[in-house]
Every structure is written in C-alpha cells, then in structure tokens.
C-alpha cells in the first residue's frame, strides 16, 4: 500500500526560512518510508516537475523549519506513519518540506 502526502519547498530569505509559494507537490510513498526516503522520491519530482530545483544537497524541513530526524518531541526515529499518527491527520493533509542545505544552514 501506497500513500500520497505534500512536500513543498523552503528557502532562505531576510535570515529566515520561508515557503515557496506554488511549490507543493503530492509524493507517493510507503507509509514505513523514512526520512531518507522521502527525501530522495521528493527531490527526484520536484527536479522533474520543477527546472529551478537545481543539482545541490537538500534537506527535509517540518512546517516550523526544524530538520526531520526523530519525531517532533521524541527520540523516535521518522517514519511517515508515526508522523501520521503524532499529527493526528490524514496523509493527504500532511506537508513536509525540501530546503537546499545552503538556505537551511543560512536560514537558522
């Protein structure tokens, strides 16, 4: 089984982190997928669907900015589905987001 969520794109502007607006695309994913994965399958379309996606290293944001490693507030390790159930909605409804490492680091 397969499951579609959001991943939109973040990236550095006056200091901070801010949404591209328009930039969000729905991403098929197995729901034990980890944060690795979903990183690669998300690059992969948004450079398909996108031309300025350019040939750099990304990171995987939460909505807040904060890299996605663990679960918010645990030592969990990511997975989509606990993600699913620590948010408490549908996976259609939930979002992640793709920054280049260079505005996540010149952005915090």
């Not at 969000?24 to 996606?53: E, F, G, S, Y």
């Not at 390790?77 to 996540?104: R, V, W």
């Amino acid at each position: 089984m397969f499951v579609q969520f959001q991943v939109g794109r973040m990236r550095e502007l006056s200091g901070g982190l801010q949404r591209v607006r328009g930039s969000t695309l729905m991403v098929t994913v197995d729901p034990a997928a980890t944060a690795a994965a979903i990183l690669d399958i998300a690059v992969q379309k948004h450079r398909a669907c996108d031309w300025t996606v350019i040939d750099t290293q990304y990171d995987l944001l939460y909505p807040d900015g904060q890299l996605v490693q663990c679960l918010p507030g645990t030592q969990e390790p990511f997975t989509l589905s606990g993600y699913k159930n620590f948010m408490g909605k549908a996976y259609q409804k939930l979002i992640l987001f793709l920054c280049a490492h260079e505005d996540y680091t010149a952005g915090k």
